[in-house]
């Protein structure tokens, strides 16, 4: 079901090359060999929890909630990657201190985010309102990175959530650019370092995904 950067199985990484891992994230803003490593560990723990819960899933979900696990261990400079490596710099000094590998951090925090969103599911009885999407809405958003008559960050968040939802064709690797750059304002310039891959790489599924996506605006109603 992965596949971002490779089908090769994962090999465990030493405490000495998680270090580096980490190192790597903070210090060259790399998130390709992370997201190598610890992509079927973070897929897995978000199916593990949704079936003990009750919770329905599909790929589209899974793939939203990988990204914004990869974007929690990127927000505020790294926080808390940073966390983890001053913990294990002052284990390994001698400090009596309580550390954890890092599969278990990744998983933990992986849980964490999961348990949040389930505990933030709308109750039953709580109308939403379905929205179109129109192909109006999507040339403007992918040419300024704005829709034009929405007010809010919330309601451009909304717009965009609504968008993906129509996305299954979408690679995983397409979703997570999109959402890069689109749910959380990374420019393309970063995203090449992120994910390791060059700037044409990342224009080309850039485009792919906003073809697709206006294909599907097609198929649904104007506003």
């Known amino acids: 079901m992965i596949n971002l950067l490779s089908d090769k199985p994962v090999k465990p990484l030493s405490l000495e090359q998680q270090v580096e891992l980490v190192k790597e994230c903070i210090y060259f803003e790399r998130l390709d060999t992370f997201i190598y490593q610890y992509q079927v560990l973070i897929v897995s723990t978000l199916i593990t929890y949704w079936k003990y819960s009750g919770i329905d899933y599909d790929k589209d979900k899974v793939w939203d909630f990988f990204v914004d696990v990869i974007i929690f261990f990127m927000k505020n400079d790294y926080e808390y990657l940073r966390k983890w490596l001053k913990r294990w710099v002052e284990k390994l000094s001698g400090k009596n201190v309580k550390a954890v590998v890092l599969p278990s951090w990744v998983k933990m925090h992986t849980l964490f985010i999961a348990r949040d969103d389930f505990r933030s599911v709308k109750p039953d009885n709580e109308v939403y309102e379905e929205k179109n999407i129109s192909e109006e809405d999507l040339s403007d958003l992918f040419t300024s990175g704005k829709i034009s008559d929405i007010n809010t960050d919330i309601e451009k968040r ?15 690797l397409e979703r997570l650019i999109f959402k890069l750059n689109y749910c959380y304002y990374f420019e393309k310039e970063d995203i090449t370092k992120m994910i390791h891959r060059n700037r044409n790489t990342i224009d080309q599924r850039m485009h792919t995904a906003e073809k697709k996506l206006k294909a599907i605006a097609n198929k649904f109603p104007y506003n």
């Not at 965009?160 to 995983?172: A, G, Q």
């Open 158 to 172: 909304e717009m965009i959530k609504i968008i993906l939802s129509y996305t299954p064709e979408l690679t995983s």
